[in-house]
């Protein structure tokens, strides 16, 4: 069944109603630029200093991938590993938590003594930040798997390893999916708290650069920046969830 109209629109619909009363308010209150701009300030400043942001939009996007790709690779391995094992779910969920509870911003600094200040410490924290979400998500998938499908694949003398492809892999895609929806975001997050602390370049190092400065209005440019590369990714993600995992998701009615 197609969607209505106006359903197709009401995302978009929100979005312009939110930005139009964020503008009426500050024109009512009289809210300073110095605490908190108008979208059109945000705006016009971004297409004021789009040369210079170019660059630190380019240097996060790139430290923001590699990360992510790294954390994708590292935590599917790992959230499939655990999932397909009773014993390593139950043994190394805690370990897991314990790892996912220590503040990121934390392990910048040792990153920065091992490798040095610039682009390594970024990859490498956007990479550990969104590892968490994909392992949890994967290893829950695999195993909440029904046990009547695994009883009627061991029935036809299927092997772990065939069970798992057939049945735990595609029963986790919806899972794997909402959790790369998160982790995409996060990574954006991890790229930017490395760039405040340990960089040159990136869109954190502008915006620390700029708050110092009093630039507020650039400032909100820059999580203009960071906000439509997260929707971005966010909107590739869920269409390619839609084409691999719809068979799971709800229809529309």
Known sequence: ??????????????IISFFVLWEMACLVFGISHLVLPRPTQIVSTFFEYAPAI????????????????????????????????????????????????IPKVAVVPIFVLWFGAGTVPAIL?????CIF?????????????????????????????????????????????????????????????AETV??????????????SSF???LVFAGLMVLATMGIGFYTVFSLIERRVAGWAMRKAV
């Open 54 to 101: 170019w660059p630190h939009a380019q240097q996060t996007l790139y430290t923001t991938m590699v990360g992510f790709s790294a954390g994708v690779v590292i935590g599917l391995t790992l959230g499939v590993l655990i999932g397909s094992s009773k014993l390593a779910y139950e043994t190394a969920y805690p370990l897991l938590v314990g790892i996912s509870s």
């Open 215 to 217: 630039n507020v209005p």
């Open 125 to 129: 924290t956007a990479a550990i930040i």
């Open 198 to 211: 340990a960089s040159n370049r990136g869109v954190g190092n502008m915006m620390l650069i700029a708050s």
């Open 133 to 193: 979400p994909i392992v949890v998500n994967v290893a829950t998938g695999i195993a909440t798997v029904e046990p009547e499908l695994e009883d009627v694949m061991r029935s036809l003398k299927a092997t772990k390893l065939e069970i798992l492809w057939n049945i735990g892999l595609p029963r986790s895609m919806p899972y794997f999916f909402a959790s790369l929806k998160v982790a995409v975001t996060l990574s954006f997050v991890g790229s930017v708290i």
């Open 1 to 14: 069944m197609t969607q209505s109209p106006l359903r197709k629109i009401a995302p978009a619909l929100l």
